[in-house]
């Protein structure tokens, strides 16, 4: 099942746009959503601090701002621990994701 934001909520870039001069964790809103048989969906993005703007982009390019915020601070938590540490949680979540494996087969 495809997963679909709704319209009017707030989502961050999962990656830099170069060609409307934007980067990743922007935040914008979503206006429209275009559902594509054979290929990904897409929306339409208003916001980012820049006027009367709207740009189109696919569903794997955006995620929701809760989400975002909730990486990043996984990410600053990460960057605060030793080199040590950082390898034991790396190995941790190789042993989390083969679990996630077993669970879903």
Partial sequence: MKKQYPL???VALTEDLPEYHLKQG?????VEY???DNQED???LEGFDV???TIEVATSQII????YSREEAI???LH????????????????????EKEDQG
């Fill in 42 to 44: 897409g929306y339409s």
């Fill in 8 to 10: 009017f909520s707030q």
């Fill in 34 to 36: 275009y559902p594509m």
């Fill in 26 to 30: 922007d935040i914008a809103t979503i």
């Fill in 80 to 99: 605060q621990l030793s080199q040590t540490r950082q390898q034991q949680l790396e190995e941790y979540l190789e042993f989390l994701l083969h679990k």
């Fill in 64 to 67: 929701p701002v809760s989400q």
């Fill in 75 to 77: 990410l600053d938590k």
């Fill in 51 to 53: 006027p009367h703007i």
